[in-house]
Structure formats: C-alpha cells, structure tokens
C-alpha cells in the first residue's frame, strides 16, 4: 500500500502547474462553504438565542379564539314552505385579560414554570423638552419581567429598583433613550388621548439587544394600570418564562384551552422568522456547493490529463503485475490527495476570514431583529469536518471515470503503439 502512494504522489505533483490551480479552486470551494455556513449558522443561533434570553417563551394576549359554528337551519311549516335560520354568532368585544390572578395561580403550581409577568400595555406619546415620539409603555412586576427579559443584566445606566418604590419611574429602552437623548434622572412626559398627561422620571436605561424590546419602556404595574385605565384584576397579556423551552408548546395548549385566551409558545410566535433563515440558509448552501462541483472538475481534469499522458507507465505497472484495483487506488488515491490539501489550505484560509469578519463593525439599524457591536458567526468545529467531508467526496466521485479509465487500458497494446 505503502507504494501505491508513492506513485500517486509522484504522478499527481508531476504537473504542478495543473495541481496547484485546482488547489485553489477546492481552497476557494472550501472557504466560502465554511464562512457562508458560519454565517448563516452564527445569524440564525443569535436570534435564537436573543429570542430566548429575553423574550417571553409563552405569551397570553386577551384575542379570544373564535371557532365558526354551523348555522341552524330549522323547519318551522312543511305545509307552507317556511324555515327559520338561526344564525350562531357570538361577539367578543374583550380587550384585556380577566383574572389575571386566577390564571397566575394555576401557572405558579406548574412544574418547570420560572416566572410569571402580567403586565398592561399602553401606546403614548412621549415627550422630551422638544423631541417627541410614539411609545409603548408596560407596566409590570419588576421583578418577575426581570426573570424573563434579564433586565438587571441590561441595565447600562440607573438601577430597576427604583420602579418598585418610585411611583413614577420609567425605565427606558436604549433605542428610546437615544432618540430623546434623555439620560436618567430626565423627566418625561407621557401623553394619552383623553387622560392627563403622566409626568416620569428616567431610572433606568436597558439594552438587550433585541431592537423592538429596546425600543419600549417599562413602569410599575400599578403606574401601568393607571395609564390604561385597568381594574384590579386585569391585564393587556400575561409572559411566560419556563425551565424547558421545548415544553412550551404543550403548556400554550393546555392554557389556550383551559381560559380561552389566544396563547402562543415562542417557536409559534416567530415560525415565521425561522422558516425565512431555514430557506435562505438552503438557497445560500446551493449556490455556494456549486463552487465544490466546479472543483470536482477540476480534479476530474488533472486526473484524466494525467492518465491520458502516463498510458506507457500505467501499461509497464500492468506488465509488473499490477492489478486493475491496484492501479484504480493510485488515481482516486491522487484525488484523495488534491482535496485533502486544499481542505487544509481552504480551513485555514476560512479560520482567518471568519476571524477577519468578527472583528468588523456592525451598524444595526432599527429595523433589524437584533443588534450587536460586531458581527456574530458561527465558530463550531463540525462546519470544517461537514465542508472537507463534502470536498473529498466530491473529488473522490470526480476521480472515479479516470480510474476506471486507467485500469481498462491493456497494457500489449500501448507497448505496441496501438493507442
């Protein structure tokens, strides 16, 4: 065996200039199918990560699923033809949650249930020296929506325990805060149609890095209420924080048709989103293993360049009593080689780009999901064991036909110059 690789050393460096472009083009291949699995990968997981660390893993909204009935339709005279459609209809003019506390109850007694936030929603405006602009503002239980949306971890400025003593603290998100430039200890101005206007003082300032929950504010439950004009016992929604995410979709079920609110676990809720990474994810990886093709090409040339110029020695290997198999093995063997070479050099070259990437700027506009400093890729091992398993096998599959090739060629009539 030793042997074996010994030719298939030799006859494949022996046309170096062939070698070394289709060194490249597997080095090229395998580079851009690591960094664009590592991105795509790094995107998907920080969103997903985000999505878990400071969003609600379920969330109640006061909707009120309404399943269409069949209309009735009841024969009142068969002698004269009449009939009597009732129509079954049912209105749900609801707006908020109805016994908050009740529901809370039954969530605290749940095994894998970590924490519990009502809160009350309310769309103002706020209103800051000159600036001005829309805001939602939640009024929660600090210390529960705390345990869900890691707040005390985000704070960059001020303290949350001012909105358990303070009745008229509001914490702000940072996007917030920057387009007010307000900075704690400011104080705002909250405006609602047909209510006074609410007077707060800034306390804190919160960045999670999730831009549509740092662009929102928070106050006292009891401040919230107030605003939204909320009884005792009610509420705009109710989040959901537990041990095990995957359970949450069986927990959504089980509340959903225990209290008839619309309940939705956070794989629901941002289906939508994933399924979108999900299909980029697969054009990007179709495009880009087009490039691994093209270098199987590549390799396939050399190999049949190759075979075409050593018919002589292959003929004389035969004569020596070489077998088929054995002379097979020496090309897919140079296959083997060409890709493993350029899978180090394309894992190398990947490793250093990746690194590159990472430490470029990102600006994030408001728009976007999430925001981060830099940009996020993946940095896991298997995207090199994935990428240089894929390349040699498709360099391996393009070796193939030359091989074959090689082992059919009869050695009487290659000395005798017929071929």
Known sequence: MKMLFTIAFRQLFGRRKQVFATLIGISVGTMVLIVAISLMDGLASNVKRKILDVLPHISISPERPISASNDTLLIVDTATHLVHLIKNTERDDREVIKGTSLISSWLSNRSGVTAISPYSASNVIAVFGTRSMPLLVRGVHIIEEAKISKLHENITSGSLDSLTIST????????????????????????????????????????????????????????????????????????????????????????????????????????????????????????????????????????????????????????????????????????????????????????????????????????????????????????????????????????????????RLVPIEILRGER
């Open 168 to 407: 008229d603290g509001i914490a702000l998100g940072a996007i917030v805060a920057r387009d007010l430039t307000a900075v704690v200890g400011d104080r705002l101005t909250l405006v609602t149609p047909g209510s006074p206007p609410f007077p707060v003082r800034v306390v804190a300032i919160y960045k999670t890095g999730v831009n549509f929950q740092d662009a929102n504010a928070y106050v006292s439950f009891s401040q919230g209420s107030n605003i939204r004009q909320l009884s005792g016992d009610e509420s705009d929604g109710i989040s959901i924080q537990i041990e095990d995410p995957i359970a949450a979709h069986n927990l959504a079920d089980q509340l959903q048709r225990r209290y008839g609110y619309k309940t939705d676990s956070w794989d629901v809720q941002y289906d939508n989103l994933f399924s979108l990474f999900q299909r980029i994810q697969s054009i990007i990886y179709i495009i880009v293993s087009f490039v691994g093709i093209v270098a199987g090409f590549g390799v396939a040339n050399v190999l049949i360049t190759t075979v075409s110029e050593k018919t002589r020695d292959i003929a004389i290997m035969k004569s020596m009593g070489f077998r088929r198999y054995q002379i097979s093995v020496i090309f897919l063997l140079q296959g083997f080689f060409v890709a493993i070479i350029g899978c180090m050099i394309g894992c190398a070259l990947a490793t250093a780009v990746v690194y590159g990437l990472g430490q470029l700027p990102l600006p994030t506009p408001k728009e976007a999901i999430v925001s981060s400093e830099r940009l996020l890729l993946g940095k896991s091992p298997w995207y090199y064991v994935i990428v240089t398993c894929i390349m040699t096998v498709i360099s391996l599959l393009a070796g193939i036909l030359p091989a074959r090739s090689a082992a």
